[in-house]
């Protein structure tokens, strides 16, 4: 289920540090997390190893998107799960050069069939800044509806900035 013949979704490895290292230290990429400072080597080799993989302990679960060639490119995120109401919020990043191939897209759609079978989630939703046209259109490509917007929800270097609320039942 989290394969296809594009690409497959898989547990982070150690072999995924370099790439968690260039992503996590991606300024571009802060606003619309809650990094704010540079992560060393030594921080994420410790995340990696001391995940456990079990969604429903740490509340969140980070794959990797691995193209059918072996390559990652990037990281799908499920984070700040809901117990209570079966839901949990998704992030998505493929780096700059391998982004316009439909990487993100088979992501989210292997994603959706993941945790709506096997971890028993009703709905996942998305935050995204409402100047990322890009990731909008990502979203809603996968069937994410337009639910909300959230003024003035992150504060960037420019001013705050608004996000809107997408939301997919599963």
């Known amino acids: 289920m989290l394969k296809s013949s594009k690409l497959k979704l898989r547990a982070v490895e150690p072999e995924d540090l370099d790439l968690m290292y260039l992503i996590e230290n991606d300024t571009e990429l802060w606003r619309c997390g809650q990094a704010s400072v540079p992560f060393s080597h030594y921080a994420l080799k410790q995340y990696i190893a001391e995940s456990t993989n079990d969604f429903f302990h740490d509340r969140q679960l980070r794959l990797v998107i691995e193209k059918a060639d072996g390559?990652?490119?990037?990281?799908?995120?499920?984070?700040?799960?809901?117990?209570?109401?079966?839901?949990?919020?998704?992030?998505?990043?493929?780096?700059?050069?391998?982004?316009?191939?439909?990487?993100?897209?088979?992501?989210?759609?292997?994603?959706?069939?993941?945790?709506?079978?096997?971890?028993?989630?009703?709905?996942?939703?998305?935050?995204?800044?409402?100047?990322?046209?890009?990731?909008?259109?990502?979203?809603?490509?996968?069937?994410?509806?337009?639910?909300?917007?959230?003024?003035?929800?992150?504060?960037?270097?420019?001013?705050?900035?608004?996000?809107?609320?997408?939301?997919?039942?599963?």
Request: net charge neutral.
């Open 71 to 170: 390559v990652s490119v990037g990281f799908v995120d499920l984070q700040n799960y809901n117990p209570q109401h079966h839901r949990a919020e998704v992030g998505i990043v493929v780096v700059p050069e391998q982004q316009r191939q439909g990487l993100a897209t088979e992501a989210l759609r292997l994603l959706a069939g993941y945790v709506s079978v096997h971890l028993g989630i009703h709905q996942l939703y998305a935050l995204v800044p409402e100047d990322n046209v890009a990731s909008a259109a990502l979203f809603e490509k996968c069937g994410y509806k337009k639910t909300a917007t959230l003024q003035d929800w992150l504060s960037c270097p420019k001013g705050w900035q608004s996000v809107v609320v997408y939301q997919k039942i599963t």
